[in-house]
């Protein structure tokens, strides 16, 4: 798992949080309020729980497998980008966020 201030290092990167998989907020750094820093934390669990529903779902009704286990997501706006995995997530800036530095930095101690 990376350590937040890692996270807090990529590009257009100004919140960096921990959630469990019932939505508690673990740390957090940057310029975030810790009650919204709190309500991402619980969309970070709740979204991660409908993909987990959804996959499932599809697997048991189609046959089609590889959709498990889940273990992330990025949800963009026009300005803003949410990406979590492996329990933590990551609030940036959509016109300097780079994705794949994300994304690495999120698996290199998985």
């Known amino acids: 798992m990376a350590a ?3 996270l807090m290092a990529l590009p ?10 019932t939505g508690e907020l673990g740390q ?3 310029e975030l309020e810790r009650d919204f820093a709190e309500i991402a934390a619980q969309m970070c669990a709740a979204n991660m729980a409908i993909y987990r529903m959804q996959a499932t779902g ?15 997501f990025t949800f963009i706006t026009l300005d803003h980008v949410m990406m979590g995995m492996n329990g933590q997530a990551v609030l940036a800036r959509s016109k ?4 794949d530095a994300a994304y690495q930095r999120f698996n290199a101690a998985t």
Not at 61 to 68: A, D, E, I, N
Not at 96 to 99: A, I, M
């Open 4 to 6: 937040l201030d890692e």
């Open 12 to 21: 257009g990167v100004y919140g960096a949080i921990e959630f469990s998989c």
């Open 28 to 30: 957090m750094q940057g």
């Open 58 to 72: 599809w697997t048991k009704s189609t046959g089609q497998t590889g959709f498990l286990p889940e273990r992330g």
């Open 96 to 99: 300097d966020f780079d994705y």
